[in-house]
């Protein structure tokens, strides 16, 4: 049951990109300029360890194929299986 | 030696914004009429002390690189009857939420930090104090209300902007325009398109860059 989105590759979003990578069940691809991240199951990334501020956490989404955003907060972000 | 700054600073402006319930009849008059280039977009979770919606804000180049944006909030309804006179902005009831009246403004663009925070300064020692200062996604901005109550900002870029800035903008734009004339507009729609629109266009847009760099490069040499 993967969970799949799309970042594009700018810097302020290295560190959901860094985050997102430090999981196991995590691949992470390009396509043209913008970051493939696929979970095997639920994707989790803890917005602290991104070091993200909050304008650009709550942007940095640039597109969820066959996936939902099920939490997307000043914690977390959590993505599974539409 | 350095030379000192003058008192005038700032250089024109950086981009003026308006709220929008029809974004794709704005992107059919600004794009397709104006021929006015998709410059900037930002798809965003609402998020804040207010039950702030998610919301598109995009940005169309009106030359010099001065830009004018819209913000597109997904499911807000006008506060107003279609027929009534005035633009999207002009007529409220008195529950219209503050981040609706603060969405129209004028943005001032500064060279630097050092700038900014001049005028900062002199806001400060004034009767109209910076009421916020926000590190945006690429830009740092300071608000207040001049004394009509308009929306001022003065802002400085934090980076300059990427060519791929300018794909994602476009596939934004177009995802946007589909999904706001379809039933029931959302980001998590919007999302869902603009994925399949990576998918369809991002590779490509990618080698067309390398090979106008190479192509670049060549002229240089010859």
């Known amino acids: 049951m993967t969970a799949r989105i799309y970042v594009l590759e700018v810097p302020e979003n290295e560190g959901v990109v860094d985050v997102a990578a430090r999981d196991s069940q995590v691949t992470i691809d390009k396509v043209g300029p913008y970051f493939r991240i696929t979970a095997d199951d639920e994707l989790i990334i803890d917005r602290r360890a991104t070091g993200c501020r909050h304008a650009v956490w709550y942007s940095a989404i640039a597109g969820l194929e066959d996936s939902i955003i099920v939490q997307q907060d000043k914690d977390a972000l959590r993505v599974t299986r539409r | ?222």
């Not at chain 2, 998590?188 to 760099?213: G, Y």
């Open chain 2, 1 to 222: 030696m350095a030379t000192a700054k003058s008192v005038h600073r700032v250089q024109g402006v950086d981009h003026t914004a308006f709220p929008t319930f029809d974004p794709a009849g704005t992107v059919k008059f600004y794009r397709d009429v104006l021929k006015f280039p998709v410059v900037h977009s930002i798809c965003a979770a609402g998020w804040g002390p207010q039950k702030h919606p998610d919301f598109i804000h995009f940005f169309f180049d009106i030359g010099n690189d001065d830009r004018i944006a819209f913000f597109y909030y997904f499911g807000l309804e006008p506060y107003r009857d279609a027929g009534a006179p005035g633009d999207a902005w002009a007529q409220f009831t008195p529950d219209v939420p503050e981040f609706f009246l603060n969405s129209r403004h004028l943005a001032i663009h500064v060279e630097d930090e050092e700038d900014l925070l001049e005028y900062r300064r002199r806001l400060d020692e004034s009767d109209w104090p910076v009421e916020m200062q926000v590190m945006h996604e690429t830009i740092e901005s300071i608000y207040t209300h001049d004394p009509n109550g308009y929306m001022i900002e003065l802002t400085r870029a934090l980076r300059p902007v990427t060519p791929q800035e300018d794909l994602d903008a476009a596939l934004t734009i177009d995802a946007l325009c589909e999904v706001a004339q379809g039933e029931a507009p959302s980001m998590d729609k919007l999302l869902t398109r603009k994925a399949e629109l990576i998918v369809q266009r991002a590779a490509a847009w990618e080698l067309a860059q390398l090979n106008e760099s190479v192509a670049d490069s060549k002229l240089v040499q010859s």
